[in-house]
């Protein structure tokens, strides 16, 4: 079983920058590929950006392209979500999730593990 556990939301006005952590416990995610999806209220949830296992292949959604940048640190079994030029639609509730996979997926189904998310506001 994995732990996901996720921090650094919070409220941003726009334009700004935050950066989210999503750490991992119960064992190791170094394996996985992981990813950061992200859900509005009265939206669908939608992918914002996966890693692969190295992290040598990341996979981002058109809206936060050259915005948003995924990294991870195995050693320290975390993934990160640097998010810079937000803009008020970028407000949601954003989760981190691990599938048992080294490679990304664009799917939910596809993914095992999630955290319970937090909350991004950006004020415009």
């Known amino acids: 079983q994995v732990q996901l556990g996720e921090s650094g939301g919070g409220v941003v006005q726009a334009g700004g920058y935050l950066k989210l952590s999503c750490a991992a416990a119960?064992?190791?995610?170094?394996?996985?590929?992981v990813g950061w999806f992200r859900q509005a209220p009265g939206k669908e949830r939608e992918l914002v950006a996966t890693?692969?296992?190295?992290?040598?292949?990341?996979d981002d959604a058109d809206s936060v392209k050259g915005r948003f940048t995924i990294s991870r640190d195995n050693a320290k079994n975390t993934v990160y979500l640097q998010m810079n030029s937000v803009k008020p639609e970028d407000t949601a509730l954003y989760s981190c999730?691990?599938?048992?996979?080294?490679?990304?997926?664009?799917?939910?189904?596809?993914?095992?593990?999630w955290g319970q998310g937090t909350q991004v506001t950006v004020a415009s």
């Open positions: 890693i692969s296992w190295t992290g040598g292949t990341t």
């Open positions: 999730t691990s599938r048992r996979a080294r490679y990304t997926s664009r799917l939910t189904y596809e993914y095992d593990y």
């Open positions: 119960g064992r190791t995610v170094s394996q996985d590929a």
